[in-house]
Protein backbone atom coordinates (compact mmCIF):
# COMPACT_ATOMS: atom_id res chain seq x y z
CA UNK A 1 0.00 0.00 0.00
CA UNK A 2 1.06 3.46 -1.06
CA UNK A 3 2.10 5.90 2.59
CA UNK A 4 0.33 8.93 2.63
CA UNK A 5 2.34 11.70 0.86
CA UNK A 6 2.34 15.54 2.04
CA UNK A 7 3.33 17.96 -0.50
CA UNK A 8 4.79 21.43 0.73
CA UNK A 9 6.38 23.81 -1.25
CA UNK A 10 8.62 26.90 0.22
CA UNK A 11 11.17 29.33 -0.79
CA UNK A 12 13.99 28.01 1.57
CA UNK A 13 14.41 24.55 3.80
CA UNK A 14 16.28 24.80 6.51
CA UNK A 15 17.34 20.67 7.37
CA UNK A 16 18.16 21.10 11.33
CA UNK A 17 16.41 23.13 14.11
CA UNK A 18 19.54 23.94 16.12
CA UNK A 19 21.24 27.30 16.27
CA UNK A 20 22.64 27.91 13.10
CA UNK A 21 19.19 26.39 11.33
CA UNK A 22 17.30 28.43 13.40
CA UNK A 23 19.47 31.68 12.92
CA UNK A 24 19.28 31.70 9.24
CA UNK A 25 15.28 30.98 9.35
CA UNK A 26 15.13 34.10 11.31
CA UNK A 27 17.41 36.00 8.85
CA UNK A 28 15.28 34.42 6.12
CA UNK A 29 11.61 35.39 7.88
CA UNK A 30 13.14 38.97 8.70
CA UNK A 31 13.39 39.43 5.02
CA UNK A 32 9.76 38.07 4.24
CA UNK A 33 11.10 35.24 2.50
CA UNK A 34 8.76 31.80 2.78
CA UNK A 35 10.91 29.50 5.29
CA UNK A 36 10.63 26.04 6.61
CA UNK A 37 12.49 23.93 9.34
CA UNK A 38 12.37 20.59 9.80
CA UNK A 39 14.46 18.36 11.84
CA UNK A 40 14.72 15.18 14.08
CA UNK A 41 14.82 16.16 17.57
CA UNK A 42 12.14 18.73 19.22
CA UNK A 43 13.36 22.11 18.68
CA UNK A 44 14.50 22.71 22.77
CA UNK A 45 16.60 19.86 22.77
CA UNK A 46 18.70 20.34 19.85
CA UNK A 47 22.25 19.68 20.56
CA UNK A 48 23.17 23.43 20.69
CA UNK A 49 20.98 23.63 23.72
CA UNK A 50 23.74 21.06 25.42
CA UNK A 51 26.29 23.74 25.14
CA UNK A 52 28.10 25.57 28.47
CA UNK A 53 30.66 27.66 28.05
CA UNK A 54 30.19 30.40 26.47
CA UNK A 55 30.23 32.25 22.85
CA UNK A 56 33.30 34.44 21.63
CA UNK A 57 33.36 37.80 20.41
CA UNK A 58 36.09 40.72 20.83
CA UNK A 59 33.34 43.32 22.43
CA UNK A 60 36.20 44.87 24.36
CA UNK A 61 33.98 45.29 27.53
CA UNK A 62 36.15 43.44 30.26
CA UNK A 63 39.59 43.89 27.96
CA UNK A 64 39.91 47.37 26.55
CA UNK A 65 42.77 46.18 23.76
CA UNK A 66 40.83 43.38 22.40
CA UNK A 67 39.98 43.20 19.15
CA UNK A 68 38.79 41.29 16.22
CA UNK A 69 41.81 40.91 14.57
CA UNK A 70 43.16 39.28 17.67
CA UNK A 71 40.17 37.16 17.85
CA UNK A 72 40.94 35.87 14.26
CA UNK A 73 44.91 35.66 14.91
CA UNK A 74 43.81 33.15 18.42
CA UNK A 75 41.38 30.83 16.26
CA UNK A 76 44.02 30.22 13.23
CA UNK A 77 46.87 29.41 15.58
CA UNK A 78 45.10 27.02 17.89
CA UNK A 79 43.90 25.59 13.96
CA UNK A 80 47.41 24.66 13.70
CA UNK A 81 46.96 26.68 10.43
CA UNK A 82 44.49 24.64 8.50
CA UNK A 83 41.29 27.18 9.32
CA UNK A 84 40.42 29.19 6.61
CA UNK A 85 41.65 32.86 7.15
CA UNK A 86 38.72 34.13 5.21
CA UNK A 87 36.23 32.21 7.26
CA UNK A 88 37.77 33.13 10.15
CA UNK A 89 38.12 36.77 9.47
CA UNK A 90 34.12 37.16 8.68
CA UNK A 91 33.21 34.48 12.24
CA UNK A 92 35.06 36.75 14.20
CA UNK A 93 34.61 40.92 12.31
CA UNK A 94 30.50 39.71 12.72
CA UNK A 95 31.09 38.16 16.07
CA UNK A 96 29.68 41.63 17.76
CA UNK A 97 27.02 41.86 15.34
CA UNK A 98 26.09 38.34 16.38
CA UNK A 99 26.12 39.20 20.07
CA UNK A 100 23.87 41.95 19.06
CA UNK A 101 21.22 39.81 17.69
CA UNK A 102 21.45 38.09 20.91
CA UNK A 103 20.56 40.83 22.88
CA UNK A 104 17.89 42.11 20.39
CA UNK A 105 15.97 38.91 20.47
CA UNK A 106 16.07 38.72 24.56
CA UNK A 107 19.22 36.34 25.30
CA UNK A 108 19.69 36.78 29.63
CA UNK A 109 23.60 37.27 29.29
CA UNK A 110 25.64 37.57 32.50
CA UNK A 111 26.21 41.12 32.73
CA UNK A 112 28.53 43.02 34.71
CA UNK A 113 27.76 45.41 37.93
CA UNK A 114 27.75 48.36 35.41
CA UNK A 115 25.42 46.49 33.07
CA UNK A 116 27.81 45.62 30.34
CA UNK A 117 27.86 41.96 28.86
CA UNK A 118 30.24 40.18 31.20
CA UNK A 119 33.43 37.78 29.50
CA UNK A 120 35.71 35.56 30.67
CA UNK A 121 39.04 33.88 29.39
CA UNK A 122 37.79 29.96 28.04
CA UNK A 123 40.46 28.69 25.88
CA UNK A 124 43.55 29.84 24.47
CA UNK A 125 42.30 33.64 24.02
CA UNK A 126 44.45 36.54 24.59
CA UNK A 127 41.82 38.86 26.01
CA UNK A 128 38.76 37.87 27.92
CA UNK A 129 35.87 37.89 24.99
CA UNK A 130 33.62 35.16 25.86
CA UNK A 131 30.15 35.96 26.95
CA UNK A 132 27.98 33.31 28.65
CA UNK A 133 25.10 33.01 30.75
CA UNK A 134 26.00 30.96 33.43
CA UNK A 135 26.59 27.42 32.40
CA UNK A 136 23.92 27.03 30.46
CA UNK A 137 24.37 29.32 27.35
CA UNK A 138 23.73 27.66 24.77
CA UNK A 139 20.39 26.36 26.28
CA UNK A 140 19.67 29.83 26.82
CA UNK A 141 20.72 30.94 23.04
CA UNK A 142 18.30 27.83 21.77
CA UNK A 143 15.75 29.55 23.82
CA UNK A 144 15.81 32.62 22.58
CA UNK A 145 16.39 31.50 19.08
CA UNK A 146 13.16 29.33 19.27
CA UNK A 147 10.95 32.35 20.93
CA UNK A 148 12.00 34.55 17.89
CA UNK A 149 11.57 31.88 15.59
CA UNK A 150 7.93 31.71 17.21
CA UNK A 151 7.15 35.77 17.46
CA UNK A 152 8.30 35.71 13.55
CA UNK A 153 5.95 33.06 12.98
CA UNK A 154 8.56 30.54 11.06
CA UNK A 155 6.99 26.66 10.65
CA UNK A 156 8.81 24.41 12.16
CA UNK A 157 8.48 20.48 11.61
CA UNK A 158 10.46 18.87 14.80
CA UNK A 159 9.26 15.35 13.93
CA UNK A 160 10.77 15.11 10.30
CA UNK A 161 13.60 13.08 9.16
CA UNK A 162 15.01 14.20 5.63
CA UNK A 163 16.39 10.95 4.22
CA UNK A 164 17.46 12.23 0.38
CA UNK A 165 17.95 16.12 -1.05
CA UNK A 166 16.37 16.44 -4.46
CA UNK A 167 18.52 17.26 -7.24
CA UNK A 168 18.32 17.81 -10.81
CA UNK A 169 21.20 18.34 -12.75
CA UNK A 170 23.12 19.55 -10.13
CA UNK A 171 20.69 22.24 -8.03
CA UNK A 172 18.61 21.77 -5.48
CA UNK A 173 15.11 21.53 -5.85
CA UNK A 174 14.21 20.14 -2.30
CA UNK A 175 14.21 17.32 0.00
CA UNK A 176 12.56 13.90 0.70
CA UNK A 177 11.44 12.48 4.36
CA UNK A 178 9.16 11.00 6.78
CA UNK A 179 6.93 11.37 10.35
CA UNK A 180 8.89 9.90 13.10
CA UNK A 181 5.58 9.47 14.40
CA UNK A 182 3.08 8.14 11.56
CA UNK A 183 5.88 7.49 8.55
CA UNK A 184 3.74 10.15 6.74
CA UNK A 185 6.36 11.16 3.35
CA UNK A 186 7.32 14.39 2.71
CA UNK A 187 8.10 15.71 -0.80
CA UNK A 188 8.95 19.33 0.03
CA UNK A 189 10.19 21.46 -2.88
CA UNK A 190 12.30 24.08 -2.38
CA UNK A 191 13.79 26.83 -4.33
CA UNK A 192 17.23 26.77 -1.48
CA UNK A 193 18.25 24.19 1.10
CA UNK A 194 20.26 25.23 4.17
CA UNK A 195 21.91 22.07 5.72
CA UNK A 196 22.74 22.48 8.95
CA UNK A 197 22.16 19.11 11.10
CA UNK A 198 24.92 18.69 12.49
CA UNK A 199 28.47 16.67 12.73
CA UNK A 200 29.34 13.37 12.77
CA UNK A 201 30.79 12.35 16.40
CA UNK A 202 28.03 10.06 17.45
CA UNK A 203 29.96 7.27 15.57
CA UNK A 204 32.57 6.88 18.15
CA UNK A 205 32.14 4.83 21.06
CA UNK A 206 32.02 7.35 23.66
CA UNK A 207 30.59 11.02 22.60
CA UNK A 208 29.63 14.09 23.71
CA UNK A 209 26.72 13.32 21.82
CA UNK A 210 23.34 12.00 22.51
CA UNK A 211 22.02 8.93 20.89
CA UNK A 212 20.52 9.44 17.42
CA UNK A 213 21.97 12.47 17.24
CA UNK A 214 25.51 13.93 15.55
CA UNK A 215 25.52 10.50 13.22
CA UNK A 216 27.18 11.90 9.83
CA UNK A 217 23.59 12.88 8.85
CA UNK A 218 24.73 16.26 6.96
CA UNK A 219 27.52 14.56 5.48
CA UNK A 220 25.30 11.79 3.39
CA UNK A 221 23.02 13.76 2.58
CA UNK A 222 25.58 16.58 0.77
CA UNK A 223 27.72 13.55 -0.69
CA UNK A 224 24.87 11.86 -2.43
CA UNK A 225 23.34 15.48 -3.79
CA UNK A 226 26.80 15.90 -5.38
CA UNK A 227 28.44 17.42 -2.72
CA UNK A 228 32.61 17.04 -0.96
CA UNK A 229 34.21 17.20 2.78
CA UNK A 230 36.25 19.07 3.62
CA UNK A 231 38.81 17.14 6.78
CA UNK A 232 36.51 14.50 7.83
CA UNK A 233 39.61 13.51 10.10
CA UNK A 234 39.70 16.54 11.77
CA UNK A 235 37.45 15.49 15.16
CA UNK A 236 38.41 16.92 18.32
CA UNK A 237 38.52 14.74 21.71
CA UNK A 238 37.14 16.31 24.43
CA UNK A 239 39.81 15.22 27.51
CA UNK A 240 36.52 14.78 29.92
CA UNK A 241 33.79 12.50 29.77
CA UNK A 242 32.16 10.16 32.10
CA UNK A 243 33.04 6.45 31.29
CA UNK A 244 29.53 5.06 33.04
CA UNK A 245 26.56 4.71 32.94
CA UNK A 246 27.14 2.98 30.08
CA UNK A 247 23.64 5.03 28.25
CA UNK A 248 25.40 8.12 29.56
CA UNK A 249 29.38 7.44 28.27
CA UNK A 250 30.94 10.52 26.73
CA UNK A 251 28.71 12.76 28.53
CA UNK A 252 31.13 16.22 29.48
CA UNK A 253 32.54 16.94 32.69
CA UNK A 254 32.87 20.59 31.91
CA UNK A 255 36.25 21.56 31.69
CA UNK A 256 35.74 24.21 34.51
CA UNK A 257 36.32 21.32 36.86
CA UNK A 258 39.97 21.80 35.67
CA UNK A 259 39.74 25.69 35.60
CA UNK A 260 38.78 25.65 39.22
CA UNK A 261 41.93 23.35 40.31
CA UNK A 262 40.67 20.21 39.50
CA UNK A 263 43.55 17.34 39.20
CA UNK A 264 44.15 14.54 36.88
CA UNK A 265 45.31 11.26 37.84
CA UNK A 266 46.14 7.95 37.19
CA UNK A 267 44.86 4.48 38.66
CA UNK A 268 49.14 4.60 40.43
CA UNK A 269 48.18 8.34 42.14
CA UNK A 270 50.37 9.82 39.84
CA UNK A 271 49.34 13.43 38.53
CA UNK A 272 50.40 12.54 35.70
CA UNK A 273 50.32 15.74 33.24
CA UNK A 274 53.91 16.21 34.63
CA UNK A 275 54.87 14.13 32.06
CA UNK A 276 53.25 15.86 29.26
CA UNK A 277 52.77 19.79 30.06
CA UNK A 278 54.61 20.53 33.40
CA UNK A 279 54.57 24.12 32.75
CA UNK A 280 50.94 24.16 32.10
CA UNK A 281 49.51 20.36 34.01
CA UNK A 282 45.55 20.66 34.45
CA UNK A 283 45.26 23.84 32.37
CA UNK A 284 47.21 22.39 28.77
CA UNK A 285 45.01 22.71 26.06
CA UNK A 286 42.17 20.02 24.75
CA UNK A 287 44.39 17.87 22.70
CA UNK A 288 47.22 18.33 24.71
CA UNK A 289 45.07 16.72 28.02
CA UNK A 290 43.23 14.27 25.58
CA UNK A 291 46.66 12.17 24.71
CA UNK A 292 47.65 12.36 27.72
CA UNK A 293 44.69 10.74 29.26
CA UNK A 294 44.43 8.70 26.13
CA UNK A 295 48.22 7.38 26.67
CA UNK A 296 48.38 6.28 30.49
CA UNK A 297 45.48 4.29 29.85
CA UNK A 298 47.15 2.41 26.66
CA UNK A 299 50.13 1.60 28.54
CA UNK A 300 48.07 0.72 31.63
CA UNK A 301 48.17 2.84 34.09
CA UNK A 302 44.40 3.66 33.72
CA UNK A 303 41.29 2.69 35.82
CA UNK A 304 39.67 -0.88 36.08
CA UNK A 305 37.14 1.12 33.63
CA UNK A 306 39.58 2.04 31.20
CA UNK A 307 40.34 5.89 32.14
CA UNK A 308 41.93 7.94 34.79
CA UNK A 309 40.75 10.00 37.96
CA UNK A 310 39.36 13.99 37.97
CA UNK A 311 39.29 14.87 41.27
CA UNK A 312 37.90 18.40 42.97
CA UNK A 313 37.34 16.94 46.30
CA UNK A 314 39.70 18.91 47.34
CA UNK A 315 38.24 22.13 46.81
CA UNK A 316 36.10 24.00 48.92
CA UNK A 317 32.42 22.36 49.44
CA UNK A 318 31.39 25.92 48.54
CA UNK A 319 33.46 26.52 45.54
CA UNK A 320 32.23 23.46 43.79
CA UNK A 321 27.96 24.42 44.53
CA UNK A 322 28.99 27.74 43.16
CA UNK A 323 31.37 27.28 40.33
CA UNK A 324 30.48 23.56 39.02
CA UNK A 325 26.90 23.36 39.86
CA UNK A 326 25.91 21.69 36.91
CA UNK A 327 29.10 19.27 37.05
CA UNK A 328 27.78 18.43 40.78
CA UNK A 329 24.07 17.52 39.99
CA UNK A 330 25.11 15.62 36.79
CA UNK A 331 27.07 13.66 38.67
CA UNK A 332 24.61 12.73 41.62
CA UNK A 333 22.03 11.74 38.89
CA UNK A 334 24.32 9.70 36.64
CA UNK A 335 26.17 7.64 39.16
CA UNK A 336 25.22 8.72 42.51
CA UNK A 337 28.65 10.47 43.06
CA UNK A 338 29.11 13.34 45.14
CA UNK A 339 32.11 15.06 43.96
CA UNK A 340 32.82 16.95 46.51
CA UNK A 341 33.86 13.76 48.13
CA UNK A 342 35.29 11.42 45.87
CA UNK A 343 37.03 11.48 42.40
CA UNK A 344 35.29 10.72 38.93
CA UNK A 345 36.07 8.33 36.49
CA UNK A 346 36.82 9.96 33.16
CA UNK A 347 38.50 9.17 29.41
CA UNK A 348 38.61 11.18 26.53
CA UNK A 349 35.43 11.41 24.40
CA UNK A 350 34.41 12.60 20.71
CA UNK A 351 33.10 15.98 20.98
CA UNK A 352 32.78 17.95 18.02
CA UNK A 353 33.56 17.58 13.96
CA UNK A 354 35.78 20.60 13.12
CA UNK A 355 35.81 19.23 9.40
CA UNK A 356 32.44 19.02 7.34
CA UNK A 357 30.88 19.60 4.35
CA UNK A 358 32.79 21.58 1.76
CA UNK A 359 31.70 25.20 1.59
CA UNK A 360 32.86 28.27 0.02
CA UNK A 361 33.91 30.96 2.95
CA UNK A 362 32.33 33.90 1.70
CA UNK A 363 28.08 32.17 1.89
CA UNK A 364 28.96 28.90 2.97
CA UNK A 365 27.48 27.29 -0.62
CA UNK A 366 28.31 24.23 -1.47
CA UNK A 367 29.38 22.30 -4.70
CA UNK A 368 25.28 21.80 -5.51
CA UNK A 369 23.67 25.09 -6.51
CA UNK A 370 21.03 26.16 -4.00
CA UNK A 371 22.23 24.37 -1.55
CA UNK A 372 24.27 25.86 1.65
CA UNK A 373 25.62 23.99 4.86
CA UNK A 374 26.02 25.92 8.12
CA UNK A 375 26.97 24.96 11.96
CA UNK A 376 28.87 21.74 12.63
CA UNK A 377 27.93 20.35 9.53
CA UNK A 378 29.71 23.21 7.51
CA UNK A 379 33.65 23.47 7.45
CA UNK A 380 36.74 25.92 7.34
CA UNK A 381 36.63 27.86 10.70
CA UNK A 382 38.34 25.43 13.00
CA UNK A 383 41.18 23.75 11.18
CA UNK A 384 42.62 20.63 13.28
CA UNK A 385 41.60 22.28 17.14
CA UNK A 386 38.72 24.09 17.28
CA UNK A 387 38.99 27.56 19.96
CA UNK A 388 36.78 26.98 22.74
CA UNK A 389 33.38 29.28 22.77
CA UNK A 390 34.15 29.76 18.62
CA UNK A 391 31.08 27.45 17.60
CA UNK A 392 28.24 29.26 19.05
CA UNK A 393 29.88 32.54 17.50
CA UNK A 394 29.70 30.56 14.38
CA UNK A 395 25.75 29.66 14.06
CA UNK A 396 25.16 33.22 14.69
CA UNK A 397 27.34 34.69 11.88
CA UNK A 398 26.75 32.23 9.31
CA UNK A 399 23.59 31.57 9.85
CA UNK A 400 22.80 35.42 9.45
CA UNK A 401 25.03 35.51 6.21
CA UNK A 402 23.67 31.95 4.52
CA UNK A 403 19.87 33.31 5.48
CA UNK A 404 21.08 36.67 3.25
CA UNK A 405 22.14 34.72 0.52
CA UNK A 406 19.56 31.94 0.40
CA UNK A 407 16.87 34.69 0.37
CA UNK A 408 19.05 36.10 -3.22
CA UNK A 409 19.37 33.10 -4.92
CA UNK A 410 15.59 32.16 -4.11
CA UNK A 411 14.72 35.11 -5.47
CA UNK A 412 16.86 35.73 -8.73
CA UNK A 413 15.62 31.99 -9.68
CA UNK A 414 14.00 32.32 -12.87
CA UNK A 415 12.64 28.72 -12.51
CA UNK A 416 12.66 25.42 -10.42
CA UNK A 417 13.80 22.65 -12.26
CA UNK A 418 12.61 19.76 -10.94
CA UNK A 419 12.88 15.71 -11.77
CA UNK A 420 10.38 13.14 -11.28
CA UNK A 421 13.07 10.55 -11.59
CA UNK A 422 15.20 11.90 -8.64
CA UNK A 423 11.72 12.19 -6.65
CA UNK A 424 11.16 8.26 -7.69
CA UNK A 425 14.55 7.67 -6.23
CA UNK A 426 14.43 9.04 -3.30
CA UNK A 427 10.78 7.20 -2.54
CA UNK A 428 12.28 4.03 -3.66
CA UNK A 429 15.09 4.07 -0.91
CA UNK A 430 12.44 4.37 1.93
CA UNK A 431 9.87 1.65 0.51
CA UNK A 432 12.92 -0.59 -0.01
CA UNK A 433 14.18 -0.30 4.22
CA UNK A 434 10.28 -0.55 4.89
CA UNK A 435 10.42 -3.86 3.05
CA UNK A 436 14.19 -4.70 4.65
CA UNK A 437 13.07 -8.00 6.75
CA UNK A 438 16.71 -9.37 6.67
CA UNK A 439 18.55 -10.88 10.39
CA UNK A 440 20.30 -8.07 10.87
CA UNK A 441 20.13 -5.77 13.70
CA UNK A 442 20.68 -1.88 13.28
CA UNK A 443 21.03 -0.99 16.70
CA UNK A 444 24.01 -3.73 16.22
CA UNK A 445 25.44 -2.81 13.48
CA UNK A 446 25.56 0.68 14.79
CA UNK A 447 27.22 -0.61 17.57
CA UNK A 448 30.04 -2.37 15.96
CA UNK A 449 30.84 1.02 13.84
CA UNK A 450 31.01 2.90 16.79
CA UNK A 451 33.19 -0.04 18.03
CA UNK A 452 35.66 0.50 14.70
CA UNK A 453 36.13 4.17 14.94
CA UNK A 454 37.14 3.48 18.87
CA UNK A 455 39.56 1.19 17.92
CA UNK A 456 41.16 2.14 14.86
CA UNK A 457 40.39 6.13 14.81
CA UNK A 458 40.40 7.17 18.07
CA UNK A 459 42.88 9.50 19.82
CA UNK A 460 46.02 8.13 18.41
CA UNK A 461 46.02 6.66 15.12
CA UNK A 462 48.61 4.98 12.82
CA UNK A 463 48.35 3.19 8.81
CA UNK A 464 47.48 -0.51 9.88
CA UNK A 465 44.76 0.51 12.37
CA UNK A 466 43.15 2.70 9.80
CA UNK A 467 43.22 0.29 6.99
CA UNK A 468 42.00 -2.42 9.40
CA UNK A 469 39.04 -0.47 9.89
CA UNK A 470 38.50 0.64 6.56
CA UNK A 471 38.84 -3.60 6.24
CA UNK A 472 36.12 -3.76 8.85
CA UNK A 473 33.52 -1.13 7.45
CA UNK A 474 33.94 -3.43 3.87
CA UNK A 475 32.60 -6.23 6.17
CA UNK A 476 29.85 -3.95 8.29
CA UNK A 477 28.25 -2.29 4.57
CA UNK A 478 27.79 -6.15 3.62
CA UNK A 479 25.77 -6.92 6.50
CA UNK A 480 24.00 -3.93 6.34
CA UNK A 481 21.96 -5.70 2.81
CA UNK A 482 20.71 -7.89 5.69
CA UNK A 483 19.07 -5.49 8.05
CA UNK A 484 15.50 -5.96 9.03
CA UNK A 485 13.67 -2.57 9.85
CA UNK A 486 10.27 -3.18 11.82
CA UNK A 487 7.89 0.17 12.30
CA UNK A 488 5.81 0.00 14.80
CA UNK A 489 2.66 1.71 16.99
CA UNK A 490 5.63 3.52 18.89
CA UNK A 491 6.27 5.28 15.87
CA UNK A 492 9.07 5.31 12.77
CA UNK A 493 11.98 5.09 14.68
CA UNK A 494 13.41 2.20 13.37
CA UNK A 495 13.56 3.42 9.70
CA UNK A 496 15.51 6.52 11.55
CA UNK A 497 18.25 4.45 13.11
CA UNK A 498 18.46 2.97 9.47
CA UNK A 499 19.41 5.86 7.87
CA UNK A 500 21.37 6.90 10.70
CA UNK A 501 23.41 4.02 10.12
CA UNK A 502 23.63 4.51 6.15
CA UNK A 503 25.02 7.87 6.99
CA UNK A 504 27.38 7.08 9.84
CA UNK A 505 29.44 4.37 7.72
CA UNK A 506 29.44 7.25 4.57
CA UNK A 507 31.01 9.38 7.51
CA UNK A 508 33.65 6.63 8.99
CA UNK A 509 34.08 6.37 5.26
CA UNK A 510 35.31 9.56 5.23
CA UNK A 511 37.01 10.06 8.28
CA UNK A 512 39.47 6.53 7.91
CA UNK A 513 40.32 7.36 4.58
CA UNK A 514 41.72 10.94 5.01
CA UNK A 515 42.76 10.29 8.26
CA UNK A 516 45.49 7.14 6.10
CA UNK A 517 45.99 10.19 3.58
CA UNK A 518 46.79 12.69 6.29
CA UNK A 519 50.45 11.38 7.14
CA UNK A 520 51.13 13.64 10.18
CA UNK A 521 50.51 14.49 13.54
CA UNK A 522 48.62 18.28 13.57
CA UNK A 523 46.32 19.07 16.50
CA UNK A 524 43.53 16.79 16.95
CA UNK A 525 44.77 14.13 14.25
CA UNK A 526 47.61 11.95 16.06
CA UNK A 527 49.95 9.71 14.02
CA UNK A 528 52.11 7.45 15.98
CA UNK A 529 53.95 6.23 13.18
CA UNK A 530 54.20 10.12 11.13
CA UNK A 531 54.94 11.81 14.75
CA UNK A 532 55.71 15.34 13.33
CA UNK A 533 54.05 17.36 11.19
CA UNK A 534 54.58 17.49 7.41
CA UNK A 535 54.69 21.15 5.99
CA UNK A 536 53.34 19.46 2.37
CA UNK A 537 50.13 18.27 4.28
CA UNK A 538 49.30 22.18 5.59
CA UNK A 539 46.22 21.74 3.06
CA UNK A 540 42.78 20.65 3.57
CA UNK A 541 41.75 16.95 2.20
CA UNK A 542 38.22 17.42 0.23
CA UNK A 543 36.66 13.63 -0.10
CA UNK A 544 34.25 13.49 -2.61
CA UNK A 545 33.82 9.19 -2.31
CA UNK A 546 34.99 6.26 -2.10
CA UNK A 547 39.02 6.72 -2.72
CA UNK A 548 38.70 9.70 -3.88
CA UNK A 549 40.95 12.75 -1.97
CA UNK A 550 41.93 15.74 -2.74
CA UNK A 551 44.95 18.39 -1.49
CA UNK A 552 43.47 22.00 -1.27
CA UNK A 553 45.45 24.79 -0.66
CA UNK A 554 44.78 27.28 1.94
CA UNK A 555 44.82 30.84 1.29
CA UNK A 556 46.94 33.46 3.38
CA UNK A 557 47.00 34.79 6.21
CA UNK A 558 46.63 38.67 6.04
CA UNK A 559 49.31 40.66 7.76
CA UNK A 560 47.53 42.58 10.07
CA UNK A 561 46.31 39.07 11.27
CA UNK A 562 49.47 37.56 11.18
CA UNK A 563 51.57 39.98 13.06
CA UNK A 564 49.09 39.15 16.30
CA UNK A 565 49.65 35.16 16.19
CA UNK A 566 52.30 35.10 19.07
CA UNK A 567 51.57 31.79 22.08
CA UNK A 568 48.81 33.06 24.22
CA UNK A 569 49.86 33.58 28.21
CA UNK A 570 48.39 30.39 29.73
CA UNK A 571 48.75 31.73 33.65
CA UNK A 572 45.55 31.29 35.57
CA UNK A 573 43.63 30.47 32.93
CA UNK A 574 42.20 27.11 31.45
CA UNK A 575 43.49 26.37 27.65
CA UNK A 576 41.61 24.27 25.89
Known amino acids: MQSLERRIATGVLVIGTGGSGLRAAIELAGQGVDVCAVGKRAKLDTHTSLAAGGINAALATTDPDDIWQQHAADTLRESYLLANPHTVQIVTQGAARGIADLERYGMPFARDADGRIAQRFFGAHTFRRTAFAGDYTGLEIQRTLVNRAAQLQVPILDTVYITRLLVRDNV ?13 RYVIHADAVILAAGGHNRIWRRTSSRRDENTGDSFRLAVEAGGRLRDPELVQFHPSGLIEP ?22 LGERFMAAYDPDRMELSTRDRVALAAYTEIKEGR ?22 LPRVYQTLLELQMLDITTTP ?20 HSTDVEGLYAIGEAASGLHGANRLGGNSLIELLVFGRIVGTAAARYSAQLA ?5 AGALAQARAEVDDLLAADGPENVRALQRALRNTMTEHAGVVRDEQGLLTGLAELDTLEGRMKDVGVHPDIAGFQGLAHAFDLKAATLAARATLEAAVERRETRGCHNRSDHPASDQSLQVNLVWSGPGRIEHEQIPPIPEEIAALMQDVSTIGKLVE
Open 172 to 184: VFGAYGFDLTDGT
Open 246 to 267: ENAAGTLVSEAARGEGGILRNE
Open 302 to 323: GTPNGGVWLDVSHLPRETIMRR
Open 344 to 363: IEIAPTAHYSMGGVWVRSED
Open 415 to 419: AQPRS
